[in-house]
């Protein structure tokens, strides 16, 4: 087991307690744990990728809105529309915090203003526009592409797992569509091996196309759901940033063997960010909870990202 792999991580609590579960459920101890079942979700949006000063996938989302706005100026009667017209960011950050609070007004506003622009699209015509977003545009604080926007040392986790018999999922709240068109790129994880939420799909004359009905957010409660319904086992590792991740970082430690949860904690502001918002819950009971590692951006990784 070679953990040199990990050199985006300093000899800190949360490389040490990595290293030390693989190193059990890979042995032959009581702990082993066969490869088939060494099954590890991610989140995606903050815990693999940045996710401030916005969801990069609320960049490309609030791009339509605005154009959708410019088209049709009585469309700025609705606070998304109005808010992506005027590049008013804290808007869809505001909805964002509120629902980690219990409160999703804003984002029920923000849900029927992206239904409303939503239209029979075919799933390839997607996955162009959106390969075409990657391709462009850039951080608009970082000034990095979004592609270089990954987390050095999660990458290196995805791939320390690999070798060590893991298999990882993405799992999260961001669009499974949206991410697919990037994921192998970034993170080689393939399409098949992305979980998020997504719109209703139908299949017209060859081609599987979208509808304007929300088929699944994934978020909450509704990630072990979905790992179970998508993958069809219990993972044993599981990592997160957020409120919306607590069940699934639950699920990956309350089995009959062997969990652990890690909590990305964004506590750099110099190299990222720094926001407690959303995550509240989530890092208390990283602080109580058995099998949960909180995972300090400032003190445990030695980079953020790679040149």
């Known amino acids: 087991m070679n953990d040199t792999v990990l050199d985006a991580w300093r000899d800190a609590p949360a490389k040490s307690a990595i290293i030390d579960f693989v190193g059990r459920v890979t042995g032959a101890g009581p702990d082993h744990v066969p490869p088939a079942e060494r099954v590890a979700v991610f989140d995606n949006d903050g815990t693999l990728w940045c996710e401030k000063p916005a969801y990069v996938q609320l960049d490309f989302i609030v791009r339509a809105l605005a154009q959708a706005a410019t088209a049709d100026p009585g469309l700025l009667d609705q606070a998304p529309f109005r808010a992506a017209h005027d590049g008013d960011l804290a808007w869809f950050g505001t909805a964002v915090e509120q629902h980690y609070r219990g409160d999703d007004t804003m984002l029920h506003e923000f849900a029927a203003a992206v239904m409303h622009l939503a239209a029979a699209e075919s799933t390839e015509d997607y996955a162009a526009r959106v390969g075409a977003f990657f391709e462009s545009a850039r951080h608009p604080t970082l000034n990095r592409p979004y592609p270089a926007c990954g987390y050095a040392p999660m990458v290196q986790l995805l791939r320390y797992l690999e070798a060590n018999g893991f298999t990882c999922y993405i799992v999260s709240g961001g669009g499974r569509d949206f991410m697919r068109a990037v994921t192998e790129q970034m993170y080689a994880i393939p399409p098949e091996r992305v979980v998020g939420s997504s719109l209703g799909l139908n299949y017209d004359s060859g081609r599987v196309v979208t509808t304007n009905k929300l088929e ?47 909590l990305i904690d964004h506590d750099d502001a110099d190299r990222e960010f720094a926001y407690p918002a959303g995550a509240e819950r989530a890092k208390q009971l990283a602080t109580t909870t058995d099998g949960w590692q909180l995972v300090s951006m400032a003190g445990d990784w030695s980079r953020v990202f790679d040149d």
């Open 216 to 262: 699944i957010f994934d978020d909450g409660a509704a990630k072990p759901v979905r790992v179970w319904s998508r993958i069809g086992r219990r993972p044993i590792l599981a990592a997160g940033n957020s409120n919306g991740d607590i069940e699934m970082l639950d699920y990956a430690t309350t089995g009959d063997g062997p969990g652990l949860a890690l």
